[in-house]
């Protein structure tokens, strides 16, 4: 199994800033993910994060917007940029361990004012 | 694109009662999974189904792969309190061939309420 550290856990913050959120997994994973959470709503996948290499966003989402790394095989940040109120919403680190098994660190539920 | 859609929306039922949550993809699907995530939580992987017509249980939770690989279920008989949360079907939007480094598309999910 695989234990994921997620920080901040909470923050407000206000409009037009920027927030990152660092993700730390306590073992080697091969694959990473960022997904968003609006209020009361499904996930959506933003990214795949790649070791050493540019992350692959999914439509919608813009590495101007969403600017992520991976410096290496276990940790990764997903930086929120220009926040507006729309923004608002739990970021999931997501990893996938070598039995393909997906888990899900505890989530960043940010708020912006 | 691939699309997941679970119904209902929202389940209320009183406690003892049985539960069930249906999933359907746009897509075959190479395995299908469900999580659960509690009030305020964060999703938790439930289990995996892969191969057509596959029924695993879990305790109280039964969980069915479609023949056809493209709907599932997931029942909960005699719920408890401690069921309460959304659950949530997901499936691989992309695997690759060796079946590993996929990444997920949910459905929207199922919140369930029991009444003690």
């Known amino acids: 199994s695989a234990v994921i550290s997620q920080k901040p856990s909470r923050d407000i913050c206000q409009r037009g800033t920027s927030l990152t959120i660092q993700c730390q997994v306590d073992s080697q994973v091969t694959m990473m993910f960022w997904y968003r959470q609006q209020p009361g709503q499904s996930l959506t996948l933003i990214a795949t994060?790649?070791?050493?290499?540019?992350?692959?966003?999914e439509s919608g989402f813009v590495i101007d917007k969403f600017p992520i790394s991976r410096p290496n095989l276990t940790f990764s940040t997903l930086t929120v940029s220009n926040m507006s109120p729309e923004d608002s919403s739990i970021y999931l680190c997501?990893?996938?361990?070598?039995?393909?098994?997906?888990?899900f660190g505890e989530g960043s539920w940010l708020t912006v004012v | 694109g691939q699309q997941v859609m679970q119904i209902p929306q929202y389940q209320h039922v009183q406690e003892g009662e049985d539960f069930t949550t249906y999933c359907n993809s746009s897509?075959?699907?190479?395995?299908i999974q469900w999580y659960k995530q509690r009030p305020g939580g964060h999703p938790v992987f439930l289990i995996q189904?892969?191969?057509?017509?596959e029924v695993k249980k879990q305790k109280r939770l039964t969980f069915q792969f479609g023949e056809a690989k493209k709907n599932s279920s997931l029942h909960i008989t005699a719920t408890q309190t401690t069921d309460v949360g959304t659950y949530f079907c997901?499936?691989?939007?992309?695997?690759?061939?060796?079946?590993?480094?996929?990444?997920?598309?949910f459905g929207k999910g199922t919140l369930l309420t029991v009444n003690p």
């Open positions: 189904l892969v191969k057509s017509g």
């Open positions: 994060a790649n070791q050493g290499s540019e992350a692959t966003y």
């Open positions: 897509t075959t699907l190479s395995n």
């Open positions: 997501s990893v996938e361990d070598l039995g393909n098994t997906i888990y």
């Open positions: 997901a499936g691989p939007t992309s695997p690759n061939s060796g079946g590993s480094n996929y990444k997920l598309t």
